[in-house]
């Protein structure tokens, strides 16, 4: 299967992250130019990056599925034990989907 929307998110933030280490991206300015998106998008994506290691290994294995706006809230947690704890609260309480209308 392909790799879902956080998996590829988290990876080009690994991608750009290296980039910049090497010296061949300036700075988040320079890696939004060269991708064609915007600098903020940018940072929210480097924001993944202080995601716990379990958090960010349960999403390149496939295993959570937040949304962009959950795992930008929960990257905003600098403690990485509230972090993994607002992850375990938030897999405990599955979503209710809506029933598709026939």
Do not use: C, N
């Amino acid at each position: 299967p392909a790799p879902s929307w956080p998996e590829r998110t988290l990876a080009l933030a690994y991608k750009i992250a290296g980039l910049i280490d090497r010296g061949l991206l300036f700075d988040f300015s320079s890696a939004a130019r060269a991708l064609g998106i915007s600098q903020p998008r940018v940072t929210h994506l480097m924001g993944l990056l202080l995601l716990a290691p379990e958090v960010q290994a349960a999403i390149l294995f496939g295993e959570l599925t937040f949304g962009d706006k959950e795992l930008r809230a929960l990257a905003r947690i600098a403690d990485w034990e509230e972090q993994k704890a607002a992850v375990a609260a938030r897999t405990a309480t599955p979503r209710r989907r809506t029933p598709a209308r026939a």
